[in-house]
Structure formats: structure tokens, C-alpha cells
């Protein structure tokens, strides 16, 4: 055989690229408000969570958002009184470019086809697949209840954490009731969302952006807090969820994690388009998740963090860093604010958060479009070194320590505290938030590779051209799929399950499976694959040197192109079989 292509993509199924709706944007935290024409939605959350081992969690929450700034408002559920600081989007943008899925198609020739054919493989796209006005609030103590218990500032945001006293009424009123007094926007939060956290005596944290701060200074909150194992409370979320929001998140800790009160999903990879991986990932999730009534989590990586040392911070971000802090800038300031724009500002992940914040705090008397314009071309583009922006060199590297470096550093000594990660990724709409997800750690799971890789053998002969000749491809799960020309055969739809099983998974043993689809996904593909023409079929009607013409269905052969008795007999035991467990005991 004949190696002579290679199909790759890398699929980010979190983020702009793995949604269709671009411009909305989370609010965060798990829930947010608004109302009107600007109402606030929720359209994906990342998460890092790490398990110290003590009873406390560190959770950094990626908060994003589309909306006017005085419309924020950031409500959690807390056990107790957390530490809250700041990391950065770039961090999470890093950590999902290391450990996306990958699909990998190797293609090789098997026989020889005709002369001189003209057979060029696509390429395929690798790409990633993915708060409010008035900042006084209330004393420490009042009459209404409520009691606040810690408050503080984190880079562009203000925060409360308050304790509400079930003695003096509702808990959920009474919150409600104090934070609309307080300005956090929560119009559309009923007190239903709140009663069952309030009722096991979680405090909330409520978070929104100062007075001098836009939307865009949005940037995730890293909180540390007593609890024994990471949960996410996303019945919160359904306030303002968008249809299939995506949930990815990152556990740290020293094994795999599992998903204990959700499902394990494995996908059907037969379903992913290998030629372009990126265009139907999501939608394959999807639908694995709502045959988990959207309640089950697909594992996409699981692995030591040895690979992830240097993902976040790198060794060369710390020597750039330790650069600019030891060279003298009082008279070449104009060389530092070029040097802090190449490494903070047009870096390979785009301008690291922060980096506005500790140009207006350095320079309080530089104008904001000459900070745009400084951001958009470098110090020489506005002043030369003569008619330099009042600032100290001294006053811009600590700014930048608080705003920009530490948080990227802080999360990057995080991942190394820990010797695994588990990435896990889901999709849910607002009517499945009805269970919180909770995770914990099983030692005896094996790891779980981010890269996929197929195997496609192109079945040549002398009388066929070799972009005509039929082809196989052996799948990582062992399904085996034919077709012809450069397009995907197998589509999805109802009558093909999207999971190859569902798993339920606790901190010990390989779990049960509680579904598995294996046997009907083999007899669907074999029904499809068998009207694939041979090479010999195809040599029959093909003269040598010939182009043959394409039947029109021929390059889109799928699971609903023929519907023998066999298919249609199988297609109603598995939908018989789909009904009666769609709803598995959690």
C-alpha cells in the first residue's frame, strides 16, 4: 500500500467557532439578569476545577457576555466564604488548544488505478471546534436578613458574599429582595432557582463591574471555597440558557474524573464527517446528549498534565517577564511599551486581559483614544521619545504584574500542583438543567487520548480512476464505513443513535453500561455499506482512462439512503429500545 494523505482537524466544541450563535455570550457565574431587548444569555461555560484534597475546591470560571456593562450581574451559590481572585481568557484559550479532540485520517491506496489520474485529497479545516450601575451596598448587618459576610474588588469587578437568615422570611425573597435594592440586575430569577441552595445553607456571591469598567474588561473569576467535590449548579443557568448551551470542564486531581450523577458518553464516531471534522462535532454531541436526556458528559481527554507545563505560562513568557522588570526604562520608555505591546498585546493568542487596565492605571492622564491608538500600533506610532505620555515605568510593570501576569502565572501553578487532568465536555438546553452535575475521581479508568486517527484505503483497479474508486474506513471504534469521491456517506438523523454506549461511572471499577448501541450502529452501516459498488462493480461500467459518472446519490450514501425490511425491522427495535431507556435512573 501507498501512503498518500492525511486528513487532520482539531475541534474546539466550546467557543465562537462551535456555536451558531457568535455574539451570544455567557453571562458566567450560573445564572444572570435583564429583561427587554438587551436581556442577557447564556450560551457556553467553561470551567477549571481543582480537588485539593483538604475540603476546599478552586474553581476559575470563564464569565461570558454580551450586553451592556450596568446590565451584569453574577450570582453564585457558595458553601461558605470563598477566595476571590482573577484569571485570564487567554489561559482558557491555551488549555483548549492543548487538549481538543483531533481527527486524523489516514489514507493509503490499495491496488493500482488507472493511469494518470488526477486524485488530490482535501485538506481539512483545522480549526477550533471551540456587572451594574451603583457600586455602594448595604452594611454587614441589617434588618432585612441578610447579613454580608465579605466583600471586596477583583481587577474590573466589585463582589458580596451574603448569608441570608431563613428566621426573617423566605431565603429566596429575601435575596432576591436585597440584591435588586443592592443594583444587581436579577429580574427574570424567581425565588424557585434559589430555594434549593439557600435551603442547604449555601451563602451567594454576587459579582458586577465597577462603575468605570465596560463589558469588555469581562474576564473569568478564580474562587476557592470549602466543599468536598467540584459541582456546577446549572439549574441556575436555565434562566438564561441558550438552546444546547455547551459546559466544558477541566478537572485537576490525581486520576481521571468522572461525571458521578450524570452519564458517560461514548460517541459514535461513525456520525463525525472525517473529511471535515469541525462542521459536525457539535451537533454529534448534541445529539449524544439528549439521548442522555442531556444529562451525560463525553470524555475528551484524560491524561497527566505532562504535557501541560508549559500551556498556560511558559518558560518564555517568565523570561520575557523578568526581561522588563530588570531593564532599566527610565529613559527608553518608549522601547518598553513596544516590548509590553509584542509579548502582552499581538501575542500568538491575541492581547492577554488585563492589558488595557494597567495602561489606564499607569497613564490616568493619557486619553482613551490615545490608549486605542497606542494598543492598535505601538508607542513610536503616536510619540517619539521626546513627547512621551506622562507615566513611570515602575508603576506600568506592577500594574501589569496584577492585571496581566499574575493571573496567567497563578493558573498555570495551579495545573502543576496537579498530576492529571480530565477534560469533559456537554451540551444542555434549559428544560435539562434540572440536576446539578457533580464529579469526583476514579483511579482504576484509563486514560483517554484527544487524538482520534482512521484509517481510509482507497480500493483501486486498472480500470478505475482513483478518485472514482470506491474506499473503507476503519474507525478508532472499530466501525468500518464505505464510500465514494471526497464526501462523508454516513448522516445523521433519528434513525442513527449518536452514542455507541452510556455509561454510568462511580469512583471505583469500569462502571455499568446502562446502553449500548454497538450492534444496531454495525447492522445500519452494514445496510449503507453494502450499496457502496465494488471495484469490480465500478471496473464494469468504466473504461480505462475514463471518467465514469457518478450516480447522483453515490457520494452522499447515508444510513436513510436504502431502507430495506432488514433496516426498517432494526431502525423500530432500536427506537423501541431508545424509548424505554431514554429516561435511566440517575
Same mark, same amino acid.
Given at each position: &500500500?501507498?501512503?498518500?494523505?492525511?486528513?487532520?482537524?482539531?475541534?474546539?466544541?466550546?467557543g465562537?467557532?462551535?456555536?451558531?450563535?457568535?455574539?451570544?455570550?455567557?453571562?458566567?457565574?450560573?445564572?444572570?439578569?435583564?429583561?427587554?431587548?438587551?436581556?442577557?444569555? =447564556?450560551?457556553?461555560?467553561? +470551567?477549571i476545577?481543582?480537588e485539593?484534597?483538604?475540603?476546599?475546591v478552586?474553581?476559575?470560571?470563564?464569565?461570558?457576555?454580551?450586553?451592556?456593562?450596568?446590565?451584569f450581574?453574577w450570582?453564585?451559590?457558595?458553601?461558605?466564604i470563598?477566595?476571590?481572585?482573577l484569571?485570564s481568557?487567554?489561559?482558557?484559550?491555551?488549555?483548549?488548544?492543548?487538549?481538543?479532540?483531533?481527527? =486524523?485520517?489516514?489514507?493509503?491506496?490499495?491496488?493500482?488505478?488507472?493511469?494518470? $489520474?488526477?486524485?488530490?485529497s482535501?485538506?481539512?479545516?483545522?480549526?477550533?471546534?471551540?456587572?451594574?450601575?451603583?457600586?455602594n451596598?448595604?452594611?454587614?448587618?441589617?434588618?432585612s436578613?441578610?447579613?454580608?459576610?465579605?466583600?471586596?474588588?477583583?481587577?474590573?469587578?466589585?463582589?458580596?458574599?451574603?448569608? +441570608?437568615?431563613?428566621?426573617?422570611?423566605d431565603?429566596?425573597?429575601?435575596?432576591?429582595d436585597?440584591?435588586?435594592?443592592?443594583?444587581?440586575?436579577?429580574?427574570?430569577?424567581?425565588?424557585?432557582?434559589?430555594?434549593?441552595?439557600?435551603?442547604?445553607?449555601?451563602?451567594?456571591?454576587?459579582?458586577?463591574?465597577?462603575?468605570?469598567?465596560?463589558?469588555?474588561?469581562?474576564?473569568?473569576?478564580?474562587?476557592?471555597y470549602?466543599?468536598?467535590?467540584? &459541582?456546577?449548579?446549572?439549574?441556575?443557568?436555565?434562566?438564561?440558557a441558550?438552546?444546547?448551551?455547551?459546559?466544558?470542564?477541566?478537572?485537576?486531581?490525581?486520576?481521571?474524573?468522572?461525571?458521578?450523577?450524570?452519564?458517560?458518553l461514548?460517541i459514535?464516531?461513525?456520525?463525525?464527517?472525517?473529511?471535515?471534522?469541525?462542521?459536525?462535532?457539535?451537533?454529534v454531541?448534541?445529539?449524544a446528549?439528549?439521548?442522555?436526556?442531556?444529562?451525560?458528559?463525553?470524555?475528551?481527554?484524560?491524561?497527566?498534565?505532562?504535557?501541560?507545563? =508549559?500551556?498556560?505560562?511558559?518558560?518564555?513568557?517568565?523570561?520575557?517577564?523578568?526581561?522588563?522588570?530588570?531593564?532599566?526604562?527610565?529613559?527608553?520608555?518608549?522601547?518598553?511599551?513596544?516590548?509590553t &505591546?509584542?509579548?502582552?498585546v499581538?501575542?500568538?493568542?491575541?492581547?492577554? $486581559?488585563?492589558?488595557?487596565?494597567a495602561?489606564?492605571?499607569?497613564?490616568?492622564?493619557?486619553?482613551?483614544?490615545?490608549?486605542?491608538?497606542?494598543?492598535?500600533?505601538?508607542?513610536?506610532?503616536?510619540w517619539?521619545?521626546?513627547?512621551?505620555?506622562?507615566?513611570?515605568?515602575?508603576?506600568?510593570?506592577?500594574?501589569l504584574?496584577?492585571?496581566?501576569v499574575?493571573?496567567m502565572?497563578?493558573?498555570?501553578?495551579?495545573?502543576?500542583?496537579?498530576?492529571?487532568?480530565?477534560?469533559?465536555?456537554?451540551?444542555?438546553?434549559?428544560?435539562?438543567?434540572?440536576?446539578?452535575?457533580?464529579?469526583?475521581?476514579?483511579?482504576?479508568?484509563?486514560?483517554?487520548?484527544?487524538?482520534?486517527?482512521?484509517?481510509?484505503?482507497?480500493?483501486c483497479?486498472?480500470?478505475i480512476?482513483?478518485?472514482?474508486?470506491?474506499? !473503507?474506513?476503519?474507525?478508532?471504534?472499530?466501525?468500518?464505513?464505505?464510500?465514494?469521491?471526497?464526501?462523508?456517506?454516513?448522516? =445523521?438523523?433519528?434513525? &442513527?443513535?449518536?452514542?455507541?454506549?452510556?455509561?454510568?461511572?462511580?469512583?471505583?471499577?469500569?462502571?455499568?453500561?446502562?446502553?449500548?448501541?454497538?450492534?444496531?450502529?454495525?447492522?445500519?452501516?452494514?445496510?449503507?455499506?453494502a450499496?457502496?459498488?465494488?471495484?469490480e462493480?465500478m471496473?464494469?461500467?468504466?473504461?480505462?482512462?475514463?471518467?465514469?459518472?457518478?450516480?447522483?446519490?453515490?457520494?452522499?450514501?447515508?444510513?436513510?439512503?436504502?431502507?430495506?425490511?432488514?433496516?426498517?425491522?432494526?431502525?423500530?427495535?432500536?427506537?423501541? !429500545?431508545?424509548?424505554?431507556?431514554?429516561?435511566?435512573?440517575s
Amino acid at each position: &500500500m501507498v501512503r498518500t494523505a492525511l486528513y487532520c482537524a482539531s475541534i474546539a466544541a466550546f467557543g465562537a467557532l462551535a456555536f451558531s450563535s457568535a455574539d451570544a455570550f455567557a453571562c458566567g457565574g450560573f445564572f444572570c439578569g435583564g429583561s427587554g431587548p438587551q436581556q442577557v444569555n =447564556q450560551a457556553a461555560e467553561r +470551567i477549571i476545577f481543582a480537588e485539593h484534597g483538604d475540603g476546599s475546591v478552586t474553581a476559575i470560571v470563564q464569565i461570558m457576555y454580551s450586553g451592556p456593562s450596568d446590565r451584569f450581574a453574577w450570582i453564585l451559590p457558595v458553601p461558605g466564604i470563598p477566595e476571590v481572585g482573577l484569571s485570564s481568557n487567554v489561559a482558557f484559550s491555551a488549555l483548549q488548544n492543548a487538549t481538543n479532540p483531533q481527527f =486524523q485520517m489516514n489514507t493509503t491506496v490499495e491496488g493500482e488505478c488507472a493511469p494518470n $489520474d488526477q486524485f488530490a485529497s482535501p485538506t481539512a479545516n483545522g480549526a477550533d471546534a471551540g456587572v451594574a450601575e451603583g457600586n455602594n451596598v448595604a452594611n454587614n448587618t441589617n434588618n432585612s436578613g441578610v447579613t454580608v459576610v465579605d466583600r471586596g474588588s477583583a481587577g474590573p469587578y466589585d463582589y458580596v458574599v451574603i448569608q +441570608i437568615d431563613g428566621a426573617a422570611g423566605d431565603k429566596s425573597q429575601l435575596a432576591l429582595d436585597w440584591l435588586t435594592e443592592n443594583n444587581f440586575q436579577v429580574t427574570d430569577v424567581g425565588p424557585d432557582l434559589l430555594a434549593p441552595y439557600l435551603d442547604e445553607n449555601y451563602n451567594l456571591l454576587a459579582v458586577r463591574l465597577q462603575k468605570s469598567s465596560d463589558a469588555g474588561a469581562i474576564r473569568p473569576l478564580r474562587l476557592k471555597y470549602e466543599t468536598e467535590h467540584p &459541582m456546577i449548579p446549572i439549574k441556575l443557568t436555565a434562566v438564561a440558557a441558550n438552546e444546547d448551551m455547551g459546559v466544558m470542564t477541566w478537572l485537576l486531581g490525581s486520576s481521571r474524573a468522572v461525571p458521578v450523577n450524570y452519564k458517560a458518553l461514548e460517541i459514535n464516531d461513525a456520525l463525525i464527517n472525517w473529511f471535515n471534522p469541525t462542521s459536525n462535532y457539535n451537533d454529534v454531541v448534541i445529539a449524544a446528549a439528549n439521548e442522555a436526556s442531556g444529562q451525560g458528559f463525553v470524555t475528551e481527554y484524560a491524561d497527566t498534565t505532562a504535557d501541560l507545563g =508549559q500551556v498556560v505560562f511558559t518558560t518564555f513568557d517568565e523570561e520575557q517577564w523578568e526581561f522588563l522588570n530588570t531593564r532599566d526604562w527610565s529613559n527608553e520608555r518608549a522601547a518598553m511599551l513596544d516590548a509590553t &505591546m509584542s509579548n502582552y498585546v499581538w501575542s500568538q493568542n491575541g492581547m492577554w $486581559d488585563g492589558v488595557r487596565e494597567a495602561f489606564e492605571k499607569a497613564m490616568p492622564n493619557v486619553s482613551s483614544e490615545d490608549i486605542d491608538t497606542l494598543l492598535g500600533c505601538g508607542a513610536y506610532c503616536i510619540w517619539d521619545s521626546g513627547n512621551m505620555p506622562d507615566f513611570e515605568p515602575a508603576v506600568l510593570l506592577a500594574a501589569l504584574d496584577e492585571f496581566v501576569v499574575a493571573p496567567m502565572r497563578d493558573t498555570q501553578e495551579l495545573m502543576d500542583e496537579f498530576s492529571y487532568v480530565t477534560r469533559m465536555y456537554t451540551t444542555l438546553s434549559a428544560h435539562e438543567m434540572t440536576l446539578d452535575p457533580s464529579f469526583d475521581y476514579n483511579p482504576d479508568l484509563a486514560e483517554v487520548s484527544n487524538v482520534h486517527i482512521a484509517e481510509r484505503i482507497i480500493e483501486c483497479h486498472p480500470d478505475i480512476l482513483q478518485q472514482d474508486a470506491p474506499w !473503507r474506513v476503519e474507525l478508532p471504534s472499530g466501525l468500518l464505513v464505505r464510500g465514494t469521491g471526497n464526501s462523508w456517506p454516513i448522516v =445523521q438523523d433519528e434513525m &442513527m443513535p449518536a452514542t455507541l454506549s452510556v455509561s454510568e461511572i462511580g469512583t471505583s471499577g469500569p462502571g455499568t453500561v446502562v446502553r449500548d448501541n454497538l450492534q444496531i450502529i454495525q447492522d445500519l452501516l452494514a445496510t449503507a455499506n453494502a450499496i457502496v459498488p465494488t471495484r469490480e462493480e465500478m471496473a464494469g461500467t468504466n473504461p480505462v482512462g475514463k471518467r465514469r459518472d457518478r450516480p447522483s446519490n453515490c457520494s452522499s450514501v447515508g444510513a436513510t439512503s436504502v431502507l430495506s425490511p432488514l433496516l426498517v425491522f432494526a431502525f423500530i427495535g432500536w427506537r423501541r !429500545r431508545r424509548r424505554s431507556t431514554t429516561q435511566v435512573p440517575s
